[in-house]
């Protein structure tokens, strides 16, 4: 117990840098990654193909690379940010991806004529996805989107490499220090993770009863 | 019966073609509608009926042509084209109820978006509509609660709460079963009794006879014959006409 009380500070820290770091990029790819669906959807060619650039870009990036990218490419043309920033901007702007592909698998399961008879009756397009397709799409993209939120907030692990101190880069420090308490450093950074993901999926089951009931 | 009134016909194909992509689905269309005409529209499967009728409200574009609409000629795109399909009611084989919206949702739901109804407007006239069709007790459940019958009569309700211009209907009692084709008949019968402009795509030969003015027949992308039911139906002047009738006629 003494390892935990005297690491205590360090390791609530990391845990809200890692929340922080979740909720921010979470949200980044939740409003960019539903504009690229919109725009994936849309009847503009330049718009559809503006995103399925992106999607597929990002989508066949590794992550470390995205980082290093934010970190370390834009400074080389003046686009200089915190590591903080740079974490979110890295996770948000790569999740962003999942997310619109997520939804867009969403928005095909909704037959056409959906769609159809929503502009047949005067809709524009903007108004058939929000009043037609997106309520409906969005029931099937609930466990999809669970399983991005998921894998994103594991994601933000690879910020310990470009020295944002979130749980990840406990381990390593902490092991050093404490070379024989390996296992309890491994269990309060595993922990650590499932104090996020454990409630959220809990979270996603009740959300796609609630909208499995709503039909 | 071929009794018209006079002046701009309301719905006018001229010249027009459409392709998908080598298949050539449209060829040289003309086709004028007059106010309170109802034009049914017969021919084999695949000759190109439903596309014809998806470019009167520009569900599908056309390669060249024109088609007018109370002499207003077809937007491109954006909100013009929305405002234009408020004025066409359309009617789909498959109904296309908005399945996560209640009935009366699915019938008030242009009225309020497009037309800028208030909500208690549009919900009062969504529930004459919905009497007038037989479902008004049926209003607050969800599609998939209802039968293929109640449901495409909701699909007509949801049209005409627009005061559509014209209405197409594109096969709308083919998905259903027998005994439910009747009711649907009833009410399109009744609307044209009313004098609502209608194209109507339909093998429904008793309605053909009771309801149109007008028998167009399509066969491979063309307009080959056009009369009025008595006599497309006893004697048809093309070939291919009398081969298709024949068939049908035959099962
Ligand atoms: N979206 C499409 N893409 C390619 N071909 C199509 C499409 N829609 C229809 N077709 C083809 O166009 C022809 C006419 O179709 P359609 O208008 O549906 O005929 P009908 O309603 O008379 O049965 C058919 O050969 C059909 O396969
Ligand atoms: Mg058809």
Known sequence: MQFFTDNFPLLRDAFLTTLGLSLLAGLLALVLGTVLAAMRVSPIPPLRGLATFYVETFRNTPLTVVFFFIVFGLPQIDFVVSFFVGAVLSVGLYTAAFVAEALRSGINSVGPGQAEAARAIGLTFGQSLREVVLPQAFRTVVPPLGNVWIAMVKNTSIAAGFATTELAATLPRLANANAGDILLILLAVVVGYMLITVPSAYGIHRIERRVAILR | ?251
């Open chain 2, 1 to 251: 019966m071929t009794e018209r009134p006079t002046g701009e016909p309301l719905v006018r194909l001229s010249g027009v073609n459409k392709w998908y992509g080598e298949l050539h689905v449209l060829q040289d269309i003309d086709l004028s509608i007059d106010r309170g005409e109802v034009v049914v529209v017969i021919g084999p499967s695949g000759s190109g009926k439903s596309t014809l009728c998806r470019t009167i409200n520009r569900l599908e574009g056309i390669e060249s042509g024109e088609i007018t609409i109370d002499g207003q000629r077809l937007p491109e795109e954006g909100k013009e084209l929305a405002r234009l399909r408020a004025d066409v009611g359309m009617v789909f084989q498959s109904f296309n109820l908005f399945a996560h919206k209640t009935i009366l949702e699915n019938v008030t739901l242009g009225p309020i978006k497009v037309r800028k109804q208030s909500k208690a407007d549009a919900e009062k006239r969504a529930r004459e509509l919905l009497d007038r069709v037989g479902v008004g007790h049926q209003a607050d459940k969800v599609p998939a609660q209802l039968s293929g019958g109640q449901q495409q009569r909701v699909a007509i309700a949801r049209a005409l709460a627009m005061d559509p211009k014209v209405m197409l209907f594109d096969e709308p009692t083919s998905a259903l079963d027998p005994e439910m084709i009747n009711e649907v008949l009833d009410v399109m019968t009744s609307l044209a009794r009313d004098g609502m402009t209608m194209v109507v795509v339909t093998h429904e030969m008793g309605f053909a006879r009771r309801a149109a003015n007008r028998v167009v027949f399509m066969d491979a992308g063309r307009i080959v014959e056009s009369a009025v039911p008595e006599t497309f139906f006893t004697a048809p002047s093309s070939d291919r006409a009398k081969d298709f009738l024949s068939k049908i006629l035959n099962h």
